[in-house]
């Protein structure tokens, strides 16, 4: 008898964000999924859920920990950021805490010995460094620091990801209901490219399923350029509002 061959064990390190979420949920058909957390358990394994997905309780910044969760994976696929005040009880700046994420995701890669690495970065292609947003650094940093690991290494480049339970777009649709008139700061100026959240599983899809012809950076977003700003005002005459706005020359 012939045994089904095995498949590929992908770590997901920000799997209960919104992307992680769907994502998971997406991957779990075709690929051994290994969700990471930082939820305490009393056992190194936590059961698998509904969905197919075993969790493992990892603290992202403890290496040996990571290098732990790392044991036997194939792929990681990197999705965390720092900017959400529930990620750390700290004083520091989000862009430190990002910085030293993925030192340590990285180390532990390397000791590991994962083959692949995939990264959710920001769109920022062509833009100089004094024109980007502080997330838009920071992504761009944490990007050049998981590249230097001894994994082949994908960056996937996108803007604001649309759908249901995404925390960026709400939050720009609950200003736009609350507020007629917006200061925008000049961050707000980048040009982005916005992508749907099916979008961005179809691209993770095709990186694993053809893992040797997508080794680089890659830019994800429909075909039209537009500010943050211009988005502003595109979705609230979408949902029937008129609203103002003033730029303003602070980051």
């Not at 194939?74 to 430190?96: C, E, W």
């Not at 590249?147 to 995404?166: N, W």
């Not at 609950?174 to 707000?188: A, F, G, Q, S, Y």
Request: a positive charge; proline letters at 4%; glycine letters at 8%.
């Amino acid at each position: 008898m012939q045994t089904a061959p095995r498949k590929l064990r992908v770590a997901i390190a920000g799997a209960s964000g919104f992307v992680g979420r769907a994502l998971r949920r997406e991957l779990c058909r075709d690929f051994d999924v290994l969700a990471l957390t930082r939820r305490p358990s009393t056992s190194d394994r936590v059961d698998r859920d509904s969905d197919g997905v075993e969790w493992f309780s990892c603290d992202l910044f403890d290496e040996e920990s990571v290098v732990k969760a790392f044991d036997g994976v194939d792929v990681v696929i990197y999705l965390v950021h720092s900017m959400s005040p529930q990620s750390r009880l700290t004083q520091a700046k989000f862009q430190d805490l990002d910085l030293l994420l993925a030192h340590n995701v990285r180390r532990a890669a390397d000791r590991a010995g994962v083959e692949r690495m995939i990264f959710l970065g920001g769109l920022d292609a062509g833009l100089e460094e004094e024109k980007l947003s502080k997330h838009l650094a920071s992504r761009r940093e944490v990007g050049r620091v998981l590249r230097d690991g001894r994994s082949r290494f994908t960056e996937l480049r996108a803007g604001l990801v649309i759908g249901r339970g995404g925390s960026s777009f709400r939050m720009m649709m609950r200003l736009i209901r609350r507020l007629p008139l917006m200061v925008l700061p000049r961050w707000t100026s980048t040009p982005t490219q916005p992508i749907a959240i099916e979008d961005i599983k179809r691209a993770i899809k095709i990186v694993l399923d053809d893992a040797d012809r997508w080794i680089g950076s890659f830019d994800l977003g429909i075909d039209e350029r537009m500010t943050y700003g211009t988005m502003i005002h595109r979705a609230a005459r979408c949902v029937g509002l008129r609203r103002f706005s003033i730029p303003v020359p602070i980051s």
